[in-house]
């Protein structure tokens, strides 16, 4: 089994082979991500990536006018700052922590520098990219076709696969927030879900009571999303690395 604060509880690092895997080990360094903290802002060179295990970032874009929404999130199944390795190492939206948890970091140049001469960090990498890619546009065409119920199911959803358990700490200003939809939407959606007995909120806490309906009341966009990322990020059979 993993320990409790080894790299490999991030399942990109956890597909890795053994010798690429060892090749990245030195460079980790684990870090506490808190609630709020902005890991990269937009047109800033980013120095560093990271490798969530039990925190969660929300990738951002925010408009002129202030207006906002979630665009992606990266959590136990990948890596913050892919675009410091795949393009000229700055992007035109935010990155902040919207779960506090651990992580592991390295310096992007690192990382750069390991995937120009590894073949096979390259393929792993590539395949992470368009697994995000594809997140990025199912959740675009999810805000743009889908009711709100629908999107607060798939944001429950694809926030619970990246965390240990069944509850997850969050306002409902600030799902709204994310989805880029009125807080008085999500308030009427969540409470037809917790009347319905699908989920339990209180004061910020919210817990899935039943899973299996609360994937039945979602989109299509979720199951879209998973079997892409299966598909692309599948993981081999957990081995003992050690930290």
Not at 5 to 12: E, K, T
Request: charged content about 20%; overall charge neutral.
């Amino acid at each position: 089994m993993c320990e409790p604060r080894s790299p490999q509880r991030n399942h990109l690092l956890a597909s890795l082979p053994d010798h690429t895997y060892g090749e990245l080990v030195p460079y980790l360094e684990p870090v506490s991500l808190p609630h709020g903290w902005v890991v990269h802002e937009p047109g800033i060179r980013l120095e560093y990536v990271y490798f969530p295990v039990t925190s969660i970032v929300s990738l951002v874009y925010i408009m002129e006018n202030g207006a906002s929404a979630e665009i992606a999130i990266v959590g136990n199944e990948g890596l913050v700052g892919i675009m410091s390795v795949l393009s000229g190492g700055t992007t035109p939206n935010w990155a902040v922590v919207e779960t506090t948890g651990q992580a592991f970091r390295m310096r992007g140049e690192s990382l750069k520098r390991l995937f120009a001469h590894n073949d096979t960090l390259q393929h792993a990498l590539l395949r992470y990219a368009q697994a995000l890619m594809t997140q990025t546009a199912q959740i675009a065409v999810c805000n743009r076709h889908h009711s709100v119920e629908h999107q607060l199911c798939r944001w429950l959803l694809m926030h619970v696969d990246r965390l240990t358990g069944d509850e997850l700490f969050m306002t409902q200003e600030q799902i709204a927030h994310m989805l880029g939809v009125r807080r008085e939407g999500i308030t009427e959606a969540a409470g037809k879900l917790q009347s319905d007995g699908i989920i339990h909120y209180r004061r910020g806490r919210i817990a899935i009571v039943d899973r299996s309906q609360l994937e039945s009341r979602t989109c299509e966009c979720y199951a879209a999303m998973k079997k892409e990322y299966n598909r692309l990020l599948a993981r081999p059979a957990p081995r003992d690395r050690g930290a």
